[in-house]
């Protein structure tokens, strides 16, 4: 029996600018099938340019039915971009992961949280005019605040925003656009959460199948 996948977030869920094959939820999909763990492609409610309460406005809308064996969340770059303030974002960034969660079953164990990279390292944050000490200071700020909000509830989080930095400039790593991830930078970020989902989709001790 498939397991099934929620996958919840703005352009670096929905892959702006790639195929849906190279984003980062189906990447990680795709590698946890080749281990035999037989997740499905996600359900993915995602667009360019949502903040955390324009998705939570589109959950609603698309009303998705649960539960799912696992949910993953990557949310808060538009809210930084447009100057949202740490502390709004921690509120409605808690009320989403809470949203997750019961999309899970609720099972806090199966969300996947993924940290919020570093655009400020992008030629087009370059090219922008805008501090990139500061954007990077700021993401900074929201990340700890999700860090600390998945503590808080069990929930993994994935760092990926460390290799942003290391990498996020190189044109290889960039789509065409010069800010958005390409396939190649998805596929840094899935091999961070490849272990992470791996453990949280085992079944718990003493669950596995007779061989009678």
Known sequence: MSLS???LGDSYTI????PAEGRWPHQLAHALRAEGIALDDPQTIARTGWTTDELDAAIDAAAPSGPFDLVSLLIGVNNQYRGHS????????????????GFAG?????VLVLSIPDWGVTPFA???GR???VIAGELDAYNAVARQACDGRGVAFVDITAASRARGAEPAMLADDGLHPSTSMYA??????LPVARR??????????DDA
């Open 200 to 209: 949280l989709l085992q079944p718990p001790a003493g669950t596995a199948k």
């Open 126 to 128: 370059a090219a922008s």
């Open 188 to 193: 840094e970020w899935t091999r961070l959460a």
């Open 106 to 110: 609720p099972r806090a164990e199966r």
């Open 131 to 133: 501090d990139v000490s």
């Open 15 to 18: 892959g702006e600018a790639v």
């Open 86 to 101: 740490v502390d709004v974002y921690a509120r409605e960034f808690a009320a989403l992961l809470d949203r997750a969660i």
């Open 5 to 7: 996948f929620l996958a």
